[in-house]
């Protein structure tokens, strides 16, 4: 099992820029959540789909994020345009039906930084 | 809707040292808990979690965790801490209902100094 897997590890883009993060989750997983650290809001749930499905987005801060999950085995975080402002480690995890006593898998996390 | 509260932002300790990191949350039904700690430059891994019966939970590297209803609390301990123990350590918490997302306090850093 390789885990939940992020792509890329480190992303430095210029200001104004589309920046795409990647997720792809443990398979058999039908849960999949976008969360974003920074030093001064810790972690922040973005949003979250079961079994492809946006159930919450409330946590997307802007309209510049969007994100999706076209099928069980992958899902894109897009920020555009960028700002310095969303630099921050962004994680995806995914979790198992019948979670959560299957418990959340947290992938190795996105750095971006924007300059 | 759910939300965590960790009381200290910062702990420093000694090796040997005991140490106790505050939880509590805030939510109207059944919750699991869980407690997650990331080593610098590292992911979140499961310390431990609690769904139901027995309060104090064991985890990984000699860590518990008692769950107080009544208090609404969910503190982390360790009898004796190792330098290796610095890291962030995070408590979440989810309602106890499949397909839910983790909602997480904003950490404490723990220092461990040999």
């Known amino acids: 099992d390789a885990g939940v897997i992020q792509s890329p590890r480190h992303e430095v883009t210029e200001m104004g820029q589309e920046v795409t993060l990647r997720c792809k989750p443990i398979s058999g997983h039908n849960s999949l959540f976008w969360y974003r650290q920074t030093m001064m809001r810790g972690l922040e749930l973005l949003i979250y789909f079961n079994n492809n499905v946006p159930i919450d987005d409330s946590g997307m801060p802007e309209d510049r994020f969007s994100a999706k999950m076209p099928n069980a085995s992958f899902s894109t975080l897009k920020i555009q345009p960028s700002e310095p402002r969303d630099s921050a480690v962004y994680f995806c995890?995914?979790?198992?039906?019948?979670?959560?006593?299957?418990?959340?898998?947290f992938g190795s996390g996105t750095r971006l930084t924007v300059v | 809707a759910q939300s965590v509260s960790q009381h200290n932002h910062h702990v420093i300790l000694s090796e040997a040292a005991s140490l106790e990191l505050g939880c509590n949350y805030s939510?109207?039904?059944?919750?699991?808990l869980f407690w997650y700690v990331q080593y610098p430059g590292q992911h979140l891994q499961l310390l431990l979690k609690y769904f139901s019966g027995d309060p104090l939970v064991k985890g990984i590297k000699g860590f518990e965790a008692e769950f107080i209803k009544s208090k609404f609390s969910f503190n982390l301990r360790k009898p004796s801490v190792q330098w290796s123990d610095t890291a962030e350590y995070f408590c979440a918490v989810t309602a106890n209902q499949a397909g839910t997302a983790l909602i997480f306090g904003k950490g404490t850093t723990l220092s461990v100094s040999s």
């Open positions: 939510y109207g039904g059944t919750v699991n």
């Open positions: 995890a995914s979790s198992h039906p019948g979670t959560p006593l299957g418990g959340y898998t």
